[in-house]
């Protein structure tokens, strides 16, 4: 496959998603405005946001005065942990799109698995009704170990289009990534950048330098080429430009065993 910035990955229901867009985790106010602003202009068409992140209102105003098409852009936002009590759910969700203030979320994601099976199982049935009329387009999950899949798939429900889980060179989700694949569950990584915690890493450093880009852009092209979905944040203009930029070079078979070589389990340094 080509990759492009607005390459689109095909979802389990058919839906097709961006590759690639923007986290919004700690990108609040006018500065989470703006940065959704600046991502759209930069060609950015997915936003990843929650009614966690305490932002919701500014990543809708900017997507509805972006002057894209609604239908251009594809808006994630996620349930709160604390949400998924039974009918809760529903409530929690028009909450979002008020919030939002649009008509329909394009992939809506239980955050947290959470302690309870009952719960989850609940709350997943919730997010099924919402995508049966139309308040979603897709439904998903976050956070959720094979376990956690397992359990919706054994009750028979709607098998979950993503999992939404920490993804870089550091930390892969092997388990969960072949199981998600297996099974029509799409993989979206989160913390791409490692949070910046291992910019600095040599063997990343030595990768960028013979490509001459930066480590971001190491780590970015890195999870993209494994068509894992890819949402980097920055409230910075511009690295929301930088990080896009990872369209036009490629990493080798080489480049790409060496990277995943840094699989120690987890983004922070011990
Ligand atoms: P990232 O790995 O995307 O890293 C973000 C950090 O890296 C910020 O501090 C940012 O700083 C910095 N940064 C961004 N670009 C560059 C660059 N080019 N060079 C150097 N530093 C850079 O971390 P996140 O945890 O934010 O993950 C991305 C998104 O994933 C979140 O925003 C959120 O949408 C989602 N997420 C989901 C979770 C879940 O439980 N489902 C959990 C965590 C994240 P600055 O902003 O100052 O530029």
Same mark, same amino acid.
């Given at each position: 496959?080509?990759?492009?910035?607005?390459?689109?990955?095909?979802?389990?229901?058919?839906?097709?998603?961006?590759?690639?867009?923007?986290?919004?985790?700690?990108?609040?106010?006018?500065?989470?405005?703006?940065?959704?602003?600046?991502?759209?202009?930069?060609?950015? %068409?997915? /936003?990843?946001?929650?009614?966690?992140?305490?932002?919701? #209102?500014?990543? @809708?105003?900017?997507?509805? +005065?972006? *002057?894209?098409?609604?239908?251009?852009?594809?808006?994630?936002?996620?349930?709160?942990?604390?949400?998924?009590?039974?009918?809760?759910?529903?409530?929690?969700?028009?909450?979002?799109?008020?919030?939002?203030?649009?008509?329909?979320?394009?992939?809506?994601?239980?955050?947290?698995?959470?302690?309870?099976?009952?719960?989850?199982?609940?709350?997943?049935?919730?997010?099924?009704?919402?995508?049966?009329?139309?308040?979603?387009?897709?439904?998903?999950?976050?956070?959720?170990?094979?376990?956690?899949?397992?359990?919706?798939?054994?009750?028979?429900?709607?098998?979950?289009?993503?999992?939404?889980?920490?993804?870089?060179?550091?930390?892969?989700? %092997?388990? /969960?990534?072949?199981?998600?694949?297996?099974?029509?569950? #799409?993989?979206? @990584?989160?913390?791409?950048? +490692?949070? *910046?915690?291992?910019?600095?890493?040599?063997?990343?450093?030595?990768?960028?330098?013979?490509?001459?880009?930066?480590?971001?852009?190491?780590?970015?092209?890195?999870?993209?080429?494994?068509?894992?979905?890819?949402?980097?944040?920055?409230?910075?203009?511009?690295?929301?430009?930088?990080?896009?930029?990872?369209?036009?070079?490629?990493?080798?078979?080489?480049?790409?065993?060496?990277?995943?070589?840094?699989?120690?389990?987890?983004?922070?340094?011990?």
């Amino acid at each position: 496959m080509t990759l492009a910035i607005d390459t689109k990955v095909e979802l389990n229901n058919g839906v097709a998603m961006p590759l690639f867009g923007l986290g919004t985790w700690n990108a609040t106010g006018s500065l989470g405005r703006k940065a959704v602003a600046w991502a759209l202009e930069s060609g950015y %068409r997915l /936003v990843d946001t929650a009614s966690a992140y305490g932002n919701e #209102r500014e990543v @809708g105003e900017a997507v509805r +005065t972006s *002057g894209l098409q609604r239908e251009e852009v594809f808006v994630t936002t996620k349930l709160r942990p604390s949400e998924t009590g039974p009918g809760t759910a529903l409530r929690a969700f028009e909450a979002s799109r008020r919030r939002l203030g649009l008509d329909h979320v394009d992939l809506y994601l239980i955050h947290w698995p959470g302690d309870d099976r009952d719960s989850r199982l609940g709350a997943w049935r919730d997010l099924e009704k919402l995508l049966g009329d139309g308040r979603c387009r897709a439904i998903g999950v976050s956070n959720y170990e094979v376990s956690h899949l397992r359990e919706i798939l054994e009750a028979g429900l709607t098998v979950p289009a993503v999992n939404q889980v920490e993804f870089s060179p550091f930390g892969q989700r %092997r388990e /969960v990534h072949d199981f998600g694949r297996s099974h029509g569950i #799409r993989l979206e @990584g989160y913390s791409p950048l +490692t949070r *910046g915690e291992r910019l600095d890493d040599d063997t990343v450093q030595a990768v960028a330098r013979s490509h001459g880009r930066s480590a971001a852009q190491v780590l970015l092209r890195w999870a993209v080429q494994k068509e894992v979905i890819t949402i980097p944040k920055s409230n910075h203009r511009e690295r929301i430009v930088e990080n896009a930029a990872v369209f036009d070079f490629e990493l080798s078979a080489e480049d790409m065993a060496v990277l995943d070589g840094l699989e120690g389990g987890r983004r922070r340094r011990r």
